[in-house]
């Protein structure tokens, strides 16, 4: 099989305590056609000096001040040249058979541009303590229920992202993967991978978890654009109201008073419809040795 190179990107700044983990679970895939690039923002502990033990291991390494995370995050897509395209921060990790994984996922289905794994999470020794399948897709992210694509999990190819502009956008300073989902979408859907791919580690100094709020504020302006951008399509604003049909359906069919008269018959009447299909999470599962694609019902 055609491996298609992958360039992954890892931006790093003094998380020295980590970031040979990080390190490792990228060039001990031993995938053949890798292109790693590390962008360090001028770390002061001893991120530098591990970086220099895997120089051999990289295609382009810089240790230098940026303008944060997105500004990184550019600095080192523009080094790079992958068919297949990801960042892992210098905190988390991927699983040992990841990008095998994901280059048969790709080559096997030229039409998918965006797949996912499974929501997993370590603990701060670097444990799988937790995983499980998240699905999401664009009606998810209009409705609000954006929480959370796990970036750790997600690949692209490098069409899909020249084709939303190529780059991060720093003007956010925690959301940039949520605002760059954002922009996916409004190209393709998301596939999910019926597998582990990467996974998040849970420690003190997450800065999701200390700057919670600011990362949902950022969210809401995010979904604010993305709504903007789909008002003027009739069709993607008939099955929004689907969407939005199918959630108060769910709400009357579990709550206590109406359950009472039963209308989870009524409810699974409606999901049967067949223009209800476009909502349906897209989904990749290995299934007598092939990965197959399938779909599961919108759910929210």
Request: aromatic share 16%; net charge positive; with cysteine.
């Amino acid at each position: 099989m055609k491996l298609p190179k992958i360039s992954i990107v890892t931006p790093s700044f003094n998380q020295g305590r980590f970031l040979e983990a990080t390190i490792q679970s990228v060039v001990n895939q031993n995938y053949p056609n890798l292109e790693y690039i590390i962008i360090d923002g001028g770390s002061t502990d001893e991120s530098v000096e591990i970086i220099k033990k895997y120089e051999n291991c990289l295609h382009y390494a810089v240790s230098e001040r940026d303008l944060g995370h997105g500004n990184a995050l550019n600095k080192g897509f523009a080094k790079a040249t992958g068919e297949i395209m990801a960042w892992i921060n210098s905190d988390d990790m991927y699983l040992p058979w990841c990008f095998y994984v994901v280059s048969q996922v790709f080559e096997r289905h030229p039409e998918v541009e965006w797949i996912v794994g499974w929501h997993t999470h370590y603990n701060v020794e670097g444990k799988v303590i937790k995983t499980r399948k998240v699905y999401k897709n664009i009606y998810d992210f209009l409705l609000g229920n954006y929480a959370w694509i796990q970036q750790e999990s997600v690949f692209w190819r490098r069409s899909l992202w020249e084709k939303t502009g190529g780059f991060i956008d720093e003007s956010y300073e925690f959301m940039v993967d949520g605002e760059l989902w954002s922009r996916f979408f409004l190209h393709t859907n998301i596939y999910h991978v019926d597998c582990m791919l990467g996974g998040y580690r849970l420690h003190d100094s997450n800065r999701a978890k200390i700057f919670n709020q600011q990362c949902h504020s950022e969210m809401k302006k995010i979904i604010s654009k993305l709504s903007c951008s789909y008002k003027c399509t009739h069709e993607v604003n008939n099955q929004l109201s689907q969407a939005r049909k199918i959630i108060r359906f769910k709400k009357l069919v579990f709550n206590k008073y109406y359950h009472k008269v039963s209308l989870l018959p009524l409810y699974r009447k409606f999901k049967g419809d067949h223009y209800l299909s476009e909502l349906d999470y897209l989904t990749i599962a290995f299934e007598n040795g092939d990965w197959k694609i399938n779909r599961f019902p919108f759910s929210i």
